[in-house]
């Protein structure tokens, strides 16, 4: 059996990166909901400022997984790491993919010198919920998510920018 390998992407992973984005978008039940391009990837992990790291498995050339991560900045902790979306497809799942790239994060996040690493994952997500627990990560029950896409910033500023 040919063994994965977790690696940095480069710019020519983004289009199998754009695929795992789209088929987690549709696990998490909001299939439309992906509006970026591979040219938005590769600009915005790539250019003079890259705006994220990511790391993919990979398997006789083909990406089966990927993580992706962005340094943030806690008014409480100071530098911390935040996961946005960890995926592998689902013909890859139960080989520890998941937990290496994980772990690529996490030593990423150490490497950087944050002082927290953080993501979300849906209450409904039992088996990703208990392998974040598994691996010693605090589930918060009490925090609500808040958030406003383009449209809602758009609506937000005509109203209050002038105030």
């Known amino acids: ?12 992973d983004m289009g199998a990166v754009l695929q795992l984005i789209r088929e987690l978008a549709v696990f998490e039940r909001e299939p439309d909901a992906v509006e970026i391009s591979v040219e938005d990837l590769v600009r915005d992990g790539f250019g003079p400022v890259p705006r994220f ?3 993919v498995a990979e398997e006789e050339g083909k990406v089966l997984a990927m993580a992706l991560c962005y340094p943030r900045y806690s008014t409480w902790k100071g530098l911390v790491v935040h996961l946005e979306d960890l995926v592998v497809t689902e013909a890859a799942r139960g080989r520890g993919i998941g937990g290496a790239l994980l ?4 030593r990423y996040a150490r490497d950087r010198g944050a002082r927290r ?6 209450d409904w997500n039992d088996p990703a919920i208990d392998f974040y627990a598994d691996r010693g990560a605090r589930i918060l029950t009490d925090w609500n998510l808040v958030q406003l896409d383009a449209r809602g910033i758009d609506r937000y500023l005509e109203r209050y920018e002038d105030l």
């Open 53 to 55: 790291q990511c790391y």
């Open 103 to 106: 772990t690529a994060v996490i």
């Open 1 to 12: 059996m040919t063994k994965y390998k977790i690696r940095p992407a480069k710019p020519g």
């Open 117 to 122: 690493a953080s993501w979300e994952v849906l």
